[in-house]
């Protein structure tokens, strides 16, 4: 850890935080919620170490990056456009992306506007989806913590109950299950989970007290307009393929795959309709936070992957 170096960019009116260790092609990491830069901790030292420029920034309004303006103005579109700054900035033409969750989307979303600058692209636990009003899954329950979460101020008052180590800390134990995180209608979602519960054990109290001092600096405001309450947002472009080599790792008992038919979509090979050249890996054990959770095989997948394309 000591190796990655920290520094911040001027992008587009904010100062954003990015993290870096190594030489050679680029890969840039972009983390999904309730994570941060530092969830790559584990794949920035090993793809640096097998000869890559890993490169791991907090979105606008998360960790260490500043808050827009207006966060609930924030869009997806804003984050595929902070990253194209981003790469002319630091004069990387052709990048290698790995995307987690929600960050996953930001990924496919960059290479379907600027195909030009992707060299192969992966993601963890999320699949390439359509997007827009139409594409939202109609059959969940109404207490599913996106739907919860979508909702102005609900989030925020839940959320308020409690101290933001208690909130990332009850988040990161939700999300490690294999259901999707439900409340009843005399519940918040906060309240689904017992104070008495532990950590997962591959989480320490150091990555949790990590995690929670970035969210105090940050708050939610921007997590919660991005993904949440942007989510309906469209791609904006026409071909809805994706060009480029893909690799989709995700863990057989992650609780997304029961999101919107995913397991059916990925498995029956649906998800290569839109994305042609499409390499599908399954971790039997993992949960939504496989690249902490099973590091060393994640890493494996990983630098095979980034290699066999990098130096195509």
Same mark, same amino acid.
């Given at each position: ?81 902070? &990253?194209?700054?981003?790469? $002319? ?14 960050? +996953? ?6 290479? &379907? ?25 109609? $059959? ?14 609900? +989030? ?67 997590? &919660? ?86 130096? +195509?």
């Amino acid at each position: 850890m000591e190796k990655i170096q920290h520094s911040f960019l001027d992008i587009r009116g904010l100062k954003l935080h990015v993290a870096e260790i190594g030489t050679g092609p680029a890969v840039v990491f972009l983390h999904g919620f309730p994570e941060i830069w530092y969830s790559w901790r584990h794949q920035m030292t090993a793809v640096a170490s097998a000869g890559f420029r890993a490169i791991a920034p907090d979105f606008r309004g998360y960790g260490l990056s500043e808050q827009p303006s207006q966060p609930e103005k924030t869009t997806f579109r804003d984050l595929v456009d902070d &990253l194209l700054v981003m790469l $002319d900035t630091l004069h990387i033409q052709k990048v290698l992306l790995v995307g987690k969750d929600f960050g +996953a989307r930001v990924v496919y979303h960059f290479a &379907l506007v600027h195909p030009e600058r992707v060299v192969a692209l992966a993601t963890l636990g999320v699949p390439f989806i359509l997007t827009g009003p139409d594409a939202f899954p109609t $059959d969940l329950p109404k207490g599913f913590y996106m739907l919860r979460w979508q909702e102005p101020r609900r +989030a925020e008052k839940d959320f308020g109950r409690f101290d933001v180590k208690t909130v990332v800390k009850n988040i990161y134990i939700l999300f490690s299950g294999s259901e999707l995180p439900t409340a009843t209608d005399d519940q918040e979602i906060m309240d689904l989970v017992d104070e008495s519960t532990p950590l997962p054990t591959w989480f320490t109290e150091e990555d949790l007290q990590m995690y929670a001092s970035l969210y105090e600096k940050s708050g939610f405001r921007t997590a &919660l307009q991005v993904p949440y309450r942007g989510w309906l947002e469209e791609y904006g472009v026409d071909d809805v393929k994706v060009k480029v080599p893909g690799l989709l790792i995700i863990g057989e008992k992650d609780y997304a795959l029961k999101f919107g038919g995913f397991e059916d979509y990925i498995k029956s090979g649906t998800v290569k309709n839109y994305v042609p050249d499409l390499e599908i890996r399954f971790l039997p054990q993992g949960t939504h936070f496989v690249q902490e959770q099973y590091p060393d095989e994640v890493n494996n997948l990983l630098i095979t992957f980034l290699s066999k394309h990098a130096h +195509a």
